[in-house]
């Protein structure tokens, strides 16, 4: 798991209308000991969200971890928990018209292992409100926060595949490195002899990968008005990893 710091807040700009600034400051990625797994977060800043008096989001989850520990036992428990628990403290998304209150969108994922099979099996979920991508057939109210089981194991094994789950402020990063970045790899290695070691140096290279593109929103300019202006850094700031190993964590690191 790996995420960077930045929060994004709106605002009045000198020509009076409402803009964007971010700042840094939140740890995205815990982990959790007891299950030997992790949590990250994305939308929600606080909890509840977007209110004043409030908590931030990562002082309120590692306080709910912390204090329900008596009360899971595995990455289902712990999601089961949290949809009860945000439930009563995020209002619903969509209100009676069906307009959907962006300031309150958000969701965590747990990602670790589960038994299955007798062994430990990768497994993610998703716990959020608005629909489910991945889920598309399940009935659920989109206007509640839900726990979605979007990894299961059994998926994992079937196909052997690795999955990487986006979110927030995530478009930039995805086009980048899930398009161009695949050709670019491919003519390093070809042309120059040179290898990216993604799965030895996985942190290092997820880390650099969210460094590259706060470089690029950092210099980046909005041409979307009349105006140019600097786009908000709304990915920025120190960034933390975490690899998760079935007999443990490997590596848990904010710099």
């Not at 949809?83 to 300031?103: D, H, Q, S, T």
């Not at 998926?155 to 990487?164: G, Q």
């Not at 706060?214 to 933390?240: C, F, H, N, Q």
Request: some cysteine; charged content about 25%.
């Amino acid at each position: 798991m790996a995420g960077d710091s930045a929060i994004t807040f709106p605002t009045v700009t000198p020509m009076n209308t409402w803009g964007e600034r971010a700042f840094f400051g939140l740890k995205k990625i815990l982990p959790i000991v007891k299950l030997q797994a992790g949590a990250s977060y994305w939308g929600w800043t606080k909890m509840p969200p977007h209110t004043d008096d409030a908590l931030w989001m990562d002082d309120w989850l590692g306080h709910f971890l912390q204090t329900n520990l008596s009360s899971y036992d595995t990455i289902h428990d712990l999601a089961l928990l949290l949809e009860k628990e945000l439930r009563n403290l995020v209002p619903r998304l969509f209100n009676e018209e069906g307009e959907e209150n962006l300031l309150i969108r958000g969701g965590i994922h747990l990602a670790g292992y589960t038994e299955y099979d007798d062994e430990k099996v990768p497994c993610f979920w998703h716990i959020h409100n608005g629909i489910s991508e991945s889920l598309p057939d399940k009935k659920l109210d989109p206007s509640l926060v839900n726990a979605n089981f979007d990894l299961l194991p059994e998926k994992v094994l079937k196909y052997n595949k690795s999955a990487v789950i986006n979110n927030g402020d995530y478009e930039a990063f995805t086009r980048f490195f899930r398009v161009y970045f695949q050709k670019y790899q491919k003519e390093l290695r070809d042309e120059m002899k040179m290898t990216i070691p993604m799965h030895i140096f996985r942190n290092e290279f997820w880390r650099a990968q969210i460094k590259f593109i706060a470089s690029l929103y950092s210099i980046a300019l909005d041409t979307s008005k009349i105006l140019v202006t600097r786009i908000p850094r709304s990915i920025g700031g120190e960034v933390t990893t975490l690899t998760i190993a079935p007999n443990g964590f490997l590596e848990y690191e904010t710099r």
